[in-house]
């Protein structure tokens, strides 16, 4: 697990010296720079060392014969089967890693790309300088887990794991894009390719691109989901044995290292169920779970009880980390910069308080629950489609009424918020439901917080496209419930949970592993329906099901719990002097994207309770923060 980052075109060896140290954070361990003036190709590596600790496993890894480049991030976790088979053609070898194993592979395998990744079971993304072709090859993974940002201009194409660590080689004030800007106050993150500048772009999950003398060629994907595929239209019986066969293999597969491996554990179902099957393989695994003290928002259940009782029962150690509230709040700013992006989820500061201690602890790599919820359906979101595609009696005009009916209640009570919000979604048609459950501000109150200028283009182009075209691209034969599992993996997970968790846990110096995204398991979780998965209307019946021999029913059935921070506190108590003084007059006045007036009443009918807005001033505050830290500002 590490940094990458690398440029075709024009550059200097103190920008690529500056770009290592934007990235230290990401490998400690060791760094390299690869650099060839008349090629015009630099790539710059920080090593986290996970698999094969000595110099042998140092990047950017070099081939033999000099032709071959490489610097790689993060695992592949079928490397040894595949270095057995590279073996049996005659391929030397001169250390154990899994960075070596994917360069020779590009050597034997590298002519179609495609056959190459297929190959690969693992968590990536990576940059490959082939000398006699005159092209890097650019990947990730295929749902995202690593990420892989990159700019392009006239004269160059830079690309990193970080968009902080693009600086050198972008614009001293970088252009913002406005419609990114109305994805991430919409849901609290961007869908697809773009980010918070309109000069960086992401390289989406199950993609490749190549670069050729500073021209990067339009990406292709190389990895569809089961239901792309078709697995997803032949629906095979139920098997809660086979689900926790695949989800055993796929923990032991991950806990393949050279360095102590621990774990999350929320006492939540996923998190328990990663935990059970990787004692079974390291009986004396070392936990981590959080305690947040100081306050908590309506409706909040405490994982601690739970994460104890885990532990208790399997018999493993729990590592209880402390953190304030207020803390937390104040940690706000350093949590922007670190994420790159403003993705307004204090989710994201409860990996990084845990990857610290683990990593103080002597430990380099966590397993997550992570993607288990989405999966295997574990949102609320999921039982209101099952139940709103079963109930369509009442028309969408009778569910405006009623949103507008609950809107007015006081926003502050949770059953309120969530009435109005179903009432809302409800009120949509098909696939635009399914889009709408994701959705923090409704769109007419996104625009009336914009100025004109800004307004007028995210107006003009359909910041929901993204997904509306992937679900356009599905099978009409795929129904509803399945339709919003395949938003979850494709959107909801890379773009916001599985970058926030990459970002925070390498901030400490953490590799973080996700079992439940193991090709395997999902492309078997696809050939049976998501009625199944949610069987006898129980979110992750069938994870429940299969569970039930290894973990207590207090486990198993425990409510739902969320990852997060009292946001909804913080607004009106410790944030409350951050964001009077970010997003006053003067400031709001001078970036020129939001009208200061509008956020004040915004602000104000949130105290009162008259709208559920907490989330949405966060994300404003998370914006602005972004925008002073690059020193962005809406087009003139």
Request: proline share 5%; with cysteine; glycine share 6%.
């Amino acid at each position: 697990m590490c940094g990458i980052a690398g440029i075709s075109g024009d550059w200097s060896i103190a920008e690529l010296q500056e770009v290592k140290q934007l990235l230290s954070h990401r490998g400690p361990d060791d760094s390299g720079v690869f650099a060839d003036s008349s090629a015009g190709i630099a790539l710059v590596h920080t090593r986290l060392a996970i698999l094969d600790l000595s110099p042998l496993g140092h990047q950017p890894m070099v081939s033999e014969d000099g032709s071959l480049v490489l610097v790689f991030n993060g695992e592949i976790y079928n490397f040894k089967e595949l270095r057995q088979e590279l073996e049996s053609l005659g391929v030397p070898f001169r250390g154990h890693s899994d960075t070596e194993v994917l360069l020779q592979a590009y050597r034997v395998w590298g002519e179609d790309y495609s056959v190459l990744l297929n190959r690969l079971n693992g968590i990536f993304a990576f940059a490959l300088w082939d000398a006699s072709k005159r092209t890097t090859l650019l990947a990730r993974d295929a749902f995202g887990v690593k990420p892989l940002y990159y700019s392009t201009s006239t004269r160059s194409c830079c690309f990193s794991s970080e968009i902080k660590a693009l600086r050198p080689w972008l614009p001293s004030e970088a252009p913002l894009d406005p419609v990114a800007v109305g994805q991430y106050l919409t849901w609290l993150w961007t869908p697809g390719q773009r980010t918070p500048t309109s000069v960086v772009q992401k390289l989406e999950p199950g993609h490749y691109a190549t670069v050729r003398d500073g021209h990067l060629d339009k990406p292709i994907r190389w990895y569809r989901l089961p239901m792309f595929r078709g697995l997803g239209l032949v629906k095979q019986p139920r098997s809660p044995e086979k689900v926790a066969s695949l989800l055993r293999q796929a923990v032991q597969r991950q806990l393949i290292a050279d360095v102590p491996v621990g774990a999350f554990l929320s006492g939540g179902l996923d998190s328990s169920s990663v935990v059970a099957f990787a004692r079974e393989k390291t009986p004396d695994i070392r936990c981590f779970t959080i305690r947040v003290s100081g306050s908590a928002d309506p409706g909040f259940v405490d994982d601690l009880p739970y994460a104890q009782l885990a532990a208790n029962h399997l018999g493993v150690s729990l590592d209880v980390v402390d953190v304030a509230a207020g803390d937390m709040a104040r940690d706000v700013s350093w949590m922007v910069n670190q994420l790159d992006e403003p993705l307004a989820d204090p989710a994201a500061l409860n990996v990084f308080y845990i990857s610290k201690a683990a990593r103080v602890a002597g430990i380099k790599v966590l397993l997550s629950g992570a993607g288990g919820d989405d999966l295997f359906t574990g949102y609320r979101r999921h039982l209101a489609e099952r139940w709103l595609s079963r109930t369509r009696i009442i028309p969408e005009r009778g569910w405006r009424v009623a949103a507008a009916l609950f809107g007015r209640m006081d926003q502050r009570r949770a059953l309120w918020r969530r009435a109005a919000k179903l009432a809302n979604s409800a009120s949509q048609s098909a696939d635009d439901r399914l889009i709408d459950y994701f959705r923090w501000i409704r769109p007419e109150m996104l625009e009336s917080l914009m100025e004109p200028a800004v307004r007028l283009e995210v107006t003009r182009d359909d910041i929901a496209a993204p997904m509306r075209t992937w679900l356009n691209d599905l099978s009409g034969d795929i129904m509803p419930l399945d339709r919003l599992l395949s938003l979850e993996q494709r959107f909801f997970l890379p773009d916001h949970n599985l970058t926030y968790t990459d970002k925070m846990s390498m901030a400490a110096g953490v590799e973080t592993r996700v079992p439940f995204l193991d090709l395997d398991l999902v492309a078997y979780a696809a050939t049976f329906s998501a009625e199944d998965k949610m069987h006898r209307s129980q979110l992750k019946g069938i994870l429940k099901s299969a569970m039930k021999p290894w973990l207590p029913n207090e486990i198993i059935y425990r409510p739902k719990a969320g990852f997060g921070g009292p946001v909804r506190r913080w607004v009106l108590n410790e944030l409350r002097e951050l964001i009077n003084d970010t997003l006053s007059e003067d400031s709001l006045r001078k970036r020129g994207i939001f009208k200061p007036a509008a956020v004040s009443e915004l602000i104000l009918a949130n105290s009162k309770g008259q709208v559920d807005a907490s989330y949405t001033i966060f994300s404003l505050l998370c914006v602005e923060l972004w925008c002073r830290q690059y020193r962005a500002a809406a087009a003139a």
